[in-house]
């Protein structure tokens, strides 16, 4: 049956999914752009901007309770213009309204609504309106009306409120850096870390619980460069709770966007692509520092999920998949009991019951009211239920029957956007994944996914894109997509070994130090230079749901710096954090994909040089494969045709395979030890270097 639209607005001619979503409402929404802006200074209007994503549940409430209803729109139509924003395609304008939102009410979140003049100027902020007022909530059939009389009528008092949002946003924007981030830093977040630890369920805090892999990543390495287990452990023990809970989709894999509850159990149902590549990262880590293969199986089963769901026929990789499904958040992932019963038979769902937790009258709780639903979401009781689980071909069997049971349902939407920066961050977590295991089937993904990039996202310029260029619209990118995408080609080029991926990074690192590095205070911007659209340009350090920009250029900039040779930029890494120090030191557990940088710079790096043919650099990654060492680099020299790495390093001219044979050099602090010529020598020199 086709549905007859009675409104189109100009959101039509849209690419991304979430404004496509919008295009059939009353309201007369505008993209952003000249013409919305141009229609709010001629008319003299308020503009009403609404930022969002098309995964996001409480986005979909309001369009369905306030932008889809008739009485709403006419408000809006009358009194404003309004101007709607995918938060993902246009992360720098979500990230000066949000910081904006932030200073006004002292909290943000989506959807995120400002109103502003037509100078783009913010003076009202806040998140989620429905239609009618509730206790503590104003609905929109109020709020707006205010805000137009106070348009019209208070405009004094309007332009006044700007001003201090805009000033208190410059005053924000001012550094205050001053000292070089080093050792007490390191030891005060982990300390925080320790402090705020759920030693029973893993995580940090009260709930609700986000991954943030970033956080573990950090408590790996540091407990590993510092020798305590406990912190370590911290991370270890988060890791495997999580993947026993409800946030890990027991069924099809993959990583639900955050837990409601302290237990891991009761997800918010959104799949995001940056939680599965971090995530990856993470569990890639646990499994080399503790050879623990729970951490190896779910490092396998990410990467199944990303396949599944999310790629895209030309290897790239989707943005999201949604929480609701048929109009209702979670829909397609819990199960009634008797369903169950149906399916799997009573005997074989009360074995089954016992270790995921199933119970006739539901183990799953309303998100926003905490009710209980009557319905059932699997999780792993324990590690001993995993490992049963994992035993048996019974399980396996009915998982995949339950999956393809599950398949049949109402899909939850699927956000295919194709993100530069998000995309950089799967190549990354791809190539460590196939880096740690040498599987070659991850390895062929990632190298589609590198090649992807080189092909799609980037400009006749050599500068690179935020998105592939879609109905003739280009979206240059944002310092996110620069330090993502850098790091993706070094870490695919361990994986390759072919040094083009390393010139890409290194060129892309040229252009980003070009246009976005603040070059009076340290630090990169988040726009490029000559972005006139906003009236400030922002610079970000704080880790949220992935790490910052500047956080993942600081160890980009150290790593390259090594390699090829360039000690400005080594020096540039440190002055990112120079120039966040303040920030950094009031609350250091917030930014700990900064202190990752932090820690190789303290550490220091070891670059470890294999030179010989092919079968050489087999024999020599075998072994490496084998130890832990965060702060690694592995370079090859081939026995011919050595040019093009020796043009980006050019101290791997003298080091050669010695009588053409298999030869290794380590090298520390720009010194190098003896070349071991044999594969036993590397063994040994490893094992040595472990017990240090």
Known sequence: MTTIQTHTNKLIDSSSPYLLQHAHNPVDWYPWGPEAFERAKQEDKPIFLSIGYSTCHWCHVMAHESFEDEEVAKLLNDNFICIKVDREERPDIDQLYMTAATSLIGRGGWPLTIVMGPDRRPFFAGTYFPKHSAPGRVGMLELLPRITDAWHNQRAEVDQAAAQIIESLQQQETSTGGQVLGQQVLTNASAQFSQNYDSKFGGFGPAPKFPSPHNLIFLMREGHRSGDQATIDMALHTLREMRLGGIYDQIGFGFHRYSTDAKWLLPHFEKMLYDQAMLLMAYTEAWKISGDSFFRQTMDEIIVYMQDKLKS????????????????????????????????????????????????????????????????????????????????????????????????????GLDNKILGDWNGLVLTALSKAARATHDETTAKIAGDLADYILDYLLGEDGQLLHMPPQKGHVIQGFLDDYSFVIEGLRAYYEVSFQPEYLKAALALQEIQIQHFWDKESGGFFFTAEGDSELFIRQKEIYDGAIPSGNSVAASNLYYL??????????????????????QVNRAPRGFSALLQSVQVQVNGSKEVVIAGNAEDLQKALDIIRNSYDPFRLVLYRPLHNSAAIEAISSFLIHQKAIDEKFTVYICENYACQTPLTSPHSLENALQTEAQD
């Open 313 to 412: 026929p030309e290897g790239a990789f989707y943005a999201a998949e949604d929480a609701d499904s048929d109009g209702e958040e979670g829909k397609f992932y819990v199960w009634q009991w008797d369903e169950l019963k149906d399916v799997l038979g009573l005997e074989l769902l009360h074995d089954l019951a016992e270790s995921f937790g199933l119970k006739p009258e539901g183990n799953f709780q309303d998100e926003s009211s905490g009710d209980d639903a009557g319905t059932n979401i699997f999780h792993l009781k324990s590690l001993d239920h995993y490992s049963k689980m994992q035993a048996s071909s019974t399980w396996q069997d009915a998982r995949e029957t339950l999956y393809n049971l599950r398949e049949e349902r109402v899909h939850p």
């Open 561 to 582: 710096g090594r390699l090829a040779e360039k000690p400005e930029w080594e020096s540039m890494a440190m002055a990112i954090g120079t120039a966040f120090s303040a």
